[in-house]
Nanobody
Framework: QVQLVESGGGLVQPGGSLRLSCAAS????????MGWYRQAPGKQRELVAT???????DYSGSVKGRFTISRDNAQSTVNLQMNSLKSEDTAVYYC?????????????WGQGTQVTVSS
């Protein structure tokens, strides 16, 4: 069974930085497309950043230039470096993994980790 475990969330002041990590187990990590999503209170879950198994990245417009997604296949981890944090970045952040064994797309989610940006 695929498991995703996040770490690194917490409380940070505006303008500060946090680094989220997601460790995957129970799968061949290198073939998976990975992503970070977030959900703020009263809002829909939204995409933050993705990185494919080939290393291609995409970012939402609200975080582009401030956040960086990366992966370490040897460690089976995906990271999200968050800089210049704003109060509107406050949300529960979720790690996502996707595999495509043939024509199907199978997705997995971590438990979520709280990021709070406040002075």
């Amino acid at each position: 069974q695929v498991q995703l475990v996040e770490s690194g969330g917490g409380l940070v002041q505006p303008g500060g930085s946090l680094r989220l990590s997601c460790a995957a187990s129970g799968t061949i990590f290198s073939i998976m497309d990975m992503g970070w999503y977030r959900q703020a209170p009263g809002k829909q879950r939204e995409l933050v950043a993705t990185i494919t198994n080939g290393g291609n990245t995409d970012y939402s417009g609200s975080v582009k230039g401030r956040f960086t997604i990366s992966r370490d296949n040897a460690q089976s981890t995906v990271n999200l470096q968050m800089n210049s944090l704003k109060s509107e970045d406050t949300a529960v952040y979720y790690c996502n993994a996707a595999v495509r064994p043939w024509l199907r797309i199978i997705t997995y989610w971590g438990q979520g980790t709280q990021v709070t940006v406040s002075s």
